[in-house]
């Protein structure tokens, strides 16, 4: 009797301690598959972060302006019709749609980009609009020109 329980102690102990070592390595598996997961999210949503409104804007030298956040945009397409971001609107609803949403009050930064081929007084409409409602940081939106070298 004695010799049967010294036996199976002996086995039984030396399985416990070899299944109750700790595992020394890691399973980066799960890892690479979140990141690149991410890595597909954000390279399908980083060209809908632009500006929806699809227009031709005329070239400038003018240097691009530094900005700490991101301004309303008012586009003119070149049918002459106005879209706040991505809503289009008609020119008596800019005023006090920009009031409801700006954040800063009157000194919001709006940007407007008017197609090169819209008529130049519908790009003037809208800015003595913005203007006449109060907002002092206007700008107007073009492509860099390339000089031919």
Known sequence: ??????????????????SARPMSEINVTPMVDV???????????????TVGVPIELPKSEAKQLEGDKE???ISVDPD??????DTELKLDEIAPKLT???KNGFDERIFVRGDRRV????????????????????????DLEQKPE
């Open 1 to 18: 009797m004695g010799a049967s329980l010294q036996g199976g102690s002996g086995n039984g102990g030396r399985r416990r301690r070899r």
């Open 71 to 73: 301004p309303l945009t």
């Open 100 to 102: 409801a949403i700006s």
């Open 80 to 85: 002459g019709k106005i879209f706040l971001q």
């Open 119 to 142: 008529n130049y007084g519908v790009v003037m409409q809208v800015m003595g609009t913005i203007s006449a409602a109060g907002f002092r940081r206007i700008a107007l939106i073009s």
């Open 35 to 49: 990141m690149l997961v991410l890595l597909i999210i954000f390279m399908v949503t980083a060209p809908l972060l």
